[in-house]
């Protein structure tokens, strides 16, 4: 009987995984899908020459996680590679602006939008110098991070306090507009901002693209070298190297629960798994308490509450095997590892109100990936393996286009929508289908029937609006990785701090799981969530 089992062998399984066999757990990982990673896999199915990463493909958050840093997955193979610049938002007009990871270089390429904005960028950067580190520390622990939360406030007052804490409450519309004379700042956070599915009106969305576009700064996007389910097999092999064990191709049905505890998962197979101390499950919120724990085993006020949980935006996406790079008209472009394909932040705002309204946009906005650019690996010399995916609304109303699509994606839906992204992107790079060897699309349906956790193509677990995070996340009070079972642990995405490839809602599980073990401590989670409702009844 292992200590523990862990559904899902996405990143933050199987980093739930590592840390408990660290600790000297026997770990069993039951994966449903054929392969581990989750949305971090890479294969070469649109052009056996190339390789595509199928779901996520960037990682500053990777990168400067405290997490996976420590867990030192360079000694089990994983290697990272960078584009020579981070990103670039081209414009029709010929202007570029350009994050680089050398700070005067992007200080040059927004000056060129308004004098004295080079300066204002540096301005930012000397801010994210002063809180980077206590930021970090508390974005990656349990909520509320009180060791890290009170280093953080700390440096918060020495970085401009208060006045500090409203720029990050912002919308980024109105950050970069306090911030820069020109467009280009603008374009840089509010492009970043629209990397989750926070619009330039969206209060936060300046502090998320802020914390995005410093991150690519100091860290780049980088990516795993030969593929983004490198980084996935890395922790793979540590796994196995401390005696862990995974199973692919085995989907867990049901948590089984005895007396309030979580003891053994169920398998479609009809197995049951025990599980001698605890269940880790990196799996949807809406999936572990609408299907496989029973209602019953629940707390009403939680089954109320899930019921008000909002994914966030459907995710397209198109994959490319182009026969020569990117013909970009604006030079700053070619050199980036990531492109943003939006005519500018007014264009953003009209794509983010149709998605808004339950409308497929007419013009998407476009985050475009030059793999080969960052990793000469993915493709033979003088090709491209490039992709680009938009949002799209989860529940389609209508077409802002004329094309009636409906969101069935069918497959004739599928290529319209695919012509639409490639006419954007051919609009800032004439000539770019005539470069298209092969291509693949991945409509929502398709991304959540290859992983469950993606819920029509949602990608962040839900949405990074402020309403639903820190202590919201993934509803009021579950702020942590704590269930109202004992013995069952929230590891995915859904839980604190959210979507993106750090580990950390992973690690805060395991930690938890740990910490409960030893001290044989009923969850305060349990406890609050057993509370009747204010509201009711005597």
Known sequence: MPDAVVIGAGPNGLVAANLLADAGWSVEVLEAQDVPGGAVRHDRGVDPAYVSDVFSAFYPLAAASPVLAGLRLHEHGLRWSHAPQVLAHPLLDGRCAVLSRNVEETARSLEAFAPGDGDAWRAQVEVWKKVRAPLLDALFTPFPPVRAGARLAAAVRGAGGLRLARTMLLPVRRLGEEEFAGEGGRLLLAGNALHADLAPEAAGSGGFGWLMTMLGQTYGFPVPLGGSGELSSALVRRLESRGGTLRCGERVTGVVVRGGRAVAVRTAGGETVPAHRAVLADVSAPALYGELVDQRHLPGQLLADLRRFQWDFATFKVDWALDGPVPWSVEGAASAGTVHVADGVDALTRFASQLSMGQ????????????????????????????????????VR?????????????????????????????????????????????????????????????????TTALHQQLVFRPTPGAGRPETPLKGLFLASAAAHPGGGVHGAPGANAARAALRGHRRGLVPRMQRALARPPEHSSP
């Open 360 to 395: 497929v946009p007419d013009r998407p906005f476009a985050l475009f990936g030059q793999m080969t650019t960052a990793d000469r690996t993915r493709s033979p010399a003088g090709t491209e393996s490039a992709w680009a995916y938009t949002h799209v609304p989860g529940r």
């Open 398 to 462: 209508g077409d802002a286009g004329d094309d009636g699509l409906t969101g069935s994606w069918d497959r004739r839906e599928e290529e319209v929508m695919a012509d639409r992204v490639e006419a954007q992107v051919e609009r800032i790079a004439p000539g770019f289908r005539a470069r298209v060897k092969a291509r693949r699309v991945l409509s929502p349906t398709t991304l959540e029937n290859m992983d469950a956790n993606l819920r029509a193509g949602a990608i962040n677990g839900g």
